[in-house]
């Protein structure tokens, strides 16, 4: 069974920069893209970043682009997020997901496996 656990989530002032990650153990981890989501307090889970398997395709929400980048180690089954920039919208608990395929998706129902969450606060 795959279990995917994050971590670097923390609190730090607008302009400020994280490195989220995420350890997956179980399965054959570069067979499957990655995601990145997120869940604000009283809003639905929304989706930030993904990237395939061996890395060669990435997918960005429109409103991280240019700040968020995600990247993966096969070797070490690991995927990151490094944020930088970041502003007080961005604050939520942040999910680490693994698509069923590699089809580096933006609908949570195209994941199958999910982290516990890592709470992300960026105050002003």
């Known amino acids: 069974q795959v279990q995917l656990v994050e971590s670097g989530g923390a609190s730090v002032q607008a302009g400020g920069s994280l490195r989220l990650s995420c350890t997956v153990s179980?399965?054959?981890?570069?067979?499957?893209?990655m995601g990145w989501f997120r869940q604000a307090p009283g809003k639905e889970r929304e989706f930030v970043a993904a990237?395939?398997?061996?890395?060669?395709?990435?997918q960005y929400q429109d409103s991280v682009k240019g700040r968020f980048t995600i990247s993966r180690n096969n070797n070490k089954n690991t995927v990151h997020l490094q944020m930088v920039n970041l502003k007080p919208e961005d604050t939520a608990v942040y999910y680490c997901?693994?698509?069923?395929?590699?089809?580096?998706?933006?609908?949570?129902?195209?994941?199958?496996?999910w982290g516990q969450g890592t709470q992300v606060t960026v105050s002003s």
């Open positions: 997901a693994q698509d069923v395929g590699n089809r580096v998706g933006s609908l949570p129902h195209m994941y199958d496996a």
């Open positions: 990237i395939s398997g061996r890395s060669s395709r990435t």
């Open positions: 179980g399965g054959v981890f570069e067979k499957y893209a």
